[in-house]
T-cell receptor, first 116, second 111 residues
């Protein structure tokens, strides 16, 4: 399978714990995006990387959130001191970013986070 | 901030019927996209529209980019049970993949 891969698919944690999610984009894609989706809503942009550089962060990304893409391949999204309001589906997406339509994002299946 | 309003919020139709849904914005977009999302999965791109007035088809799906660049429409003809899911419109303005999504239209098809 050569699509966007996310791990884990589901995560249940207690309030106050830290969690980390991983995303492996399509191999030739140099741009990687994180979105968050709550129940009954569309995805909301969180942040994006071009190669290893984090180029934009949404106001939704509080100080408890940090994202990395150390080698320009996979990315991790960490949430520290989780709160119940962090419960959501965290979606990763990628596209090639060059010579192609920048808006055609390919999404992974997401990580569903439940904070108890 | 920019917001997209989709309507209707949900639809329950009979198999074989045609479906129409739309998306409006307070802001202009350069590109409109339509995605479908199945439960527990990420959104899958259905159609992308790049020019005001453009009409594009993908099988039984047809979408249009509104002339004002502030709206878009999606039609599904002769619906089948596998059309069930949530349909999202998304607008794109800049040079990155940052999309603004609507709240979604939930489609249920009765066999």
């Amino acid at each position: 399978d050569t699509g966007v891969s996310q791990d884990p698919r589901h995560k249940i944690t207690k309030r106050g714990q830290n969690v980390t999610f991983r995303c492996d984009p399509i191999s030739e894609h140099n741009r990687l995006y994180w979105y968050r989706q709550t129940l009954g809503q569309g995805p909301e942009f969180l942040t994006y990387f071009q190669n290893e550089a984090q180029l934009e962060k949404s106001r939704l990304l509080s100080d408890r959130f940090s994202a990395e893409r150390p080698k320009g391949s996979f990315s991790t999204l960490e949430i520290q001191r989780t709160e119940q309001g962090d419960s959501a589906m965290y979606l990763c997406a990628s596209h090639s970013g060059t010579g192609a339509r920048n808006e055609k994002l390919f999404f992974g299946s997401g990580t569903q986070l439940s904070v108890l | 901030g920019q917001q997209l309003n989709q309507s209707p919020q949900s639809m329950f139709i009979q198999e074989g019927e045609d479906v129409s849904m739309n998306c409006t914005s307070s802001s202009i977009f350069n590109t409109w996209l339509w995605y479908k999302q199945d439960p527990g999965e990420g959104p899958v791109l259905l159609i992308a529209l790049y020019k005001a007035g453009e009409l594009t088809s993908n099988g039984r799906l047809t979408a249009q980019f509104g002339i004002t660049r502030k709206d878009s429409f999606l039609n599904i003809s002769a619906s089948i049970p596998s059309d069930v899911g949530i349909y999202f419109c998304a607008g794109h303005l800049g040079m990155t993949g940052k999309l603004i999504f609507g709240q979604g239209t939930t489609l249920q098809v009765k066999p």
